[in-house]
């Protein structure tokens, strides 16, 4: 049966809450200095020709009804023609994310840059945090959980008897670390430099392909079916009016 434990409040004093300051001061420092480190790099005119190219094609989707059959067609030919549209890339000329990444040396350092603003902050924070408060049960949530919990929120603590809502130090670090987004977001904005999930996500990956966009856009514009809608907007219009007696005596040659 787990032990119920009687947490001293010189823990939450020196413990729980220093660590909880700590760890907000130190993603708001992380911030101002990855804004600091960050280059600026000029827009890819290709890039940008792309996302406008695209654009217009989910307006032309949007609007297909509202333009007669022979100007739609018309349309849809210049994006997505085999020859010479707007949206087709040939299989032969797909780049390849990966290569690109790598060859562009701004974009090499900028990553090393924003690795190592994450990485070297949360190394040293961790080990302040191993060798000052290892071993503390810092804090009780205040629901029961399953056994699943007990690796999660009692790393460092080898007691089996202990009840899994009681969280230790090294676990409080973890739980600051990728809990505070809504708080940075709310400090700093939303397009803050302090995400470390959605950074550890973007290590991971190779960057976004512009060209797989194109092609989905294309497929989506060739399944579009026209019906052109103005000639049911007068129709729908007499519909809509209520019944009364002189629109009935307006409105009769239109039905």
């Known amino acids: 049966m787990a032990e119920d434990l009687v947490l001293d409040t010189a823990i939450r004093d ?5 660590l909880s300051v700590v760890m907000v001061l130190i993603g708001i420092l992380r911030y101002f200095v990855s804004k600091l480190m960050r280059s600026y790099q000029s827009p890819d005119a290709k890039v940008v020709k792309e996302g406008q190219v695209v654009i217009r ?22 994006f997505s023609n085999e020859e010479n549209g707007l949206l ?8 390849n994310a990966q290569a690109q990444m790598f060859s562009d040396p701004n974009m090499a350092m900028d990553m090393m840059k924003k690795n190592l603003s994450m990485i070297i902050p949360q190394t040293l924070t961790f080990a302040w945090v191993n060798f ?3 071993g503390f049960v810092a804090a009780k949530i205040p629901f ?16 089996s008897t202990v009840d899994v809502s009681y969280v230790s130090s090294r676990s409080w670090y973890f739980l600051n670390l990728f809990g505070l987004r809504g708080l940075f977001s709310l400090i700093l904005g939303e397009e803050n430099a302090t995400d470390d999930t959605q950074r550890m996500m973007q290590m991971s990956g190779f960057g976004f392909d512009p060209t797989k966009s194109l092609s989905a856009e ?15 907007f007068e129709q729908c219009y007499i519909n809509s009016l209520p019944a009364q007696e002189g629109y009935s005596l307006l409105f009769p040659l239109f039905s």
């Open 14 to 18: 020196w413990v729980l809450i220093p």
């Open 57 to 78: 094609a989910r307006s032309l989707r949007a609007a297909a009804n509202f333009i007669p059959l022979k100007s739609f067609r018309a349309r849809r030919a210049y």
């Open 88 to 95: 087709y890339v040939p299989k032969g000329q797909v780049p």
């Open 132 to 134: 000052f408060f290892s």
């Open 144 to 159: 029961p959980l399953t056994q699943r919990f007990r690796s999660m929120l009692q790393n460092g603590i080898d007691l």
């Open 218 to 232: 294309k497929d989506s514009l060739d399944i579009v079916q026209h019906e052109w809608a103005l000639p049911k």
